[in-house]
């Protein structure tokens, strides 16, 4: 489990000046990871690591010969196109690369004059997903999230009773996961109209969007090695956001009995930066269970999951209709909450992923599953926001929305502070509904 050390003091200055501006995402104290170029270029992308509004080229620094030992092999395993090969490397060399990188940036370091060549302004740059996803697992780990959707369908027992004990989850689909600005087309589909007698098949006309964190793998486990929860957090390079669209007439219809398909598989998008689990530290909080719920099974549980297994990751959406396009306005924001909610843990979820021997590798993304908080205006969902559509959203310019419209878009953002620490962010993750493909059916 990732500690404190000298890259967290919330006293360090870069001298990129734009990464000690108090509202940065960016200050020395976070440097995340993402794969970029220049827009235009021609170039081939590459690692590089978020500083202020520049982005450190790691092919550039590799080639500038400013790093020395495990840093630099680190720094060289970054360059390539997509961030796998530095995830595979393992927590020893990602600390000894954040660790070189922080001094390196930091207000009268030696390596300034050869890093600022290696800077890239974020204005100019464009991304692609930051690893090559193998696998792709969405989990459930918000029990408010659960209840709040199962009080629409089992009024009575919203909750059902394997939730408090197993970490659930479902294997999705990894080659439609896109990069923020991702657009993608209204999904169709079959769905049951109400009073129907038989399926429809057309447009969505429920789509919904799901609050997430994606989790990226680092370093894997062997085929039938499981990994232990005391170990679970070293398997884990660093979290995301992640919107994890969901059509949710064709899910109601196709769920049964073996999930969603579908409904899930047209679209999920992740954004650029990729928050290390080691700049995560200082936000870490108590793992706890309310009063009378069982407590997690031996396998998933440890004494540093319950001290520190949390993280207080701070959430947000807004939506942007074409109107609000239109008349120059930004986002509104119709959802705020916290990760730190979360019913399980992200150690968790990857020892229950593996304890019956599946391997994990690098690359391969969890979704934390929809984060809603204890309140309804935290809830991460539409679905939720507007109690299954009967109570739609009214936005600052007068419009409403039950269930997302063509044209509009949505803007996660998180962010962590508290005091005595920088505060940390994660930029944001944007996704545009366009129509639907006219049907060759």
């Known amino acids: 489990m990732s500690t404190l050390n000298e890259t967290h003091n919330p006293a360090l200055q870069s001298w990129v000046a734009s990464a000690n501006a108090p509202d940065t995402d960016f200050p020395v104290q976070n440097l995340p990871f993402a794969v970029f170029r220049r827009k235009g270029a021609g170039e081939a992308f590459r ?28 720094a060289q395993a ?16 990602w600390s000894a690369l954040r660790m070189a990188l922080s001094r390196a940036l930091r207000e009268g370091a030696a390596e300034q004059a050869a890093l ?43 909750l059902l009773p394997n939730y408090k004990w197993v970490p659930i989850g479902y294997h999705g689909r990894a080659s439609s996961i896109g990069i923020s600005g991702q657009q993608f087309p209204r999904p169709v589909g079959q769905t049951m109209p109400p009073g129907a007698t038989e399926p429809a098949f057309g447009p969505c006309k429920r789509l919904d969007i799901e609050l997430e964190l994606g989790i990226f793998i680092g370093s894997g486990n062997a085929l039938g090695e499981p990994v232990a929860i005391t170990e679970a957090e070293d398997h884990v390079f660093g979290i995301c956001l992640l919107n994890d669209w969901s059509a949710r007439d064709i899910q109601g219809w196709e769920y049964q009995p073996l999930g969603p398909f579908l409904a899930k598989n047209f679209a999920s998008t992740v954004s650029p930066w990729v928050v290390t689990i080691e700049a995560l ?9 309310p009063e009378g719920d069982p407590q997690p099974m031996a396998y998933l549980d440890s004494a540093a999951n319950r001290a520190g297994g949390a993280f207080d ?16 306005q930004a986002d509104a924001s119709i959802c705020r909450t ?54 739609p959203i009214a936005l600052p310019n007068g419009e409403q929305r039950t269930w997302l419209e063509d044209g509009d878009s949505v803007v996660l953002r998180g962010w962590c502070e508290r005091d005595g620490a920088a505060r940390i962010g994660f930029g944001e993750c944007v996704g545009t509904v366009l129509p639907a493909r006219a049907s060759k059916v």
């Not at 930051?130 to 919203?158: C, E, L, M, W």
Request: aromatic fraction near 6%; charged fraction near 15%; glycine fraction near 12%.
């Open 47 to 74: 690692g590089g690591v978020a500083i202020g509004d520049q982005i450190l080229d790691l092919a550039a620094v590799a080639k500038a010969g400013v790093l020395t030992g495990e840093a630099a092999a680190a």
């Open 313 to 328: 990751i701070q959430l947000q959406v807004g939506l942007q209709t074409p109107q609000m396009r239109e008349d120059g």
């Open 338 to 391: 916290s990760y730190r909610h979360a019913y399980w843990t992200l150690a968790q979820m990857v020892t229950h992923h593996t304890v019956n021997g599946c391997n994990l590798q690098p690359g391969d993304l969890l979704g934390s599953g929809t984060l809603s908080g204890p309140t309804l205006d935290q809830a991460g969902a539409l679905i939720e926001l507007t109690t299954g559509g009967k109570n």
């Open 78 to 93: 970054g360059a390539q196109d997509k961030l796998n090969a530095l995830m595979a490397l393992g927590t020893t060399a």
């Open 116 to 158: 600022q060549a290696c800077l890239v302004p974020q204005a100019e740059a464009e991304y692609d997903v930051p690893a090559r996803i193998g696998d792709y697992t969405d989990f459930y780990t918000s029990v408010h999230h659960a209840t709040n959707i199962g009080k629409q369908f089992r009024p009575d027992n919203p």
């Open 281 to 289: 530290a200082p936000y870490r909080v108590a793992f706890t269970r």
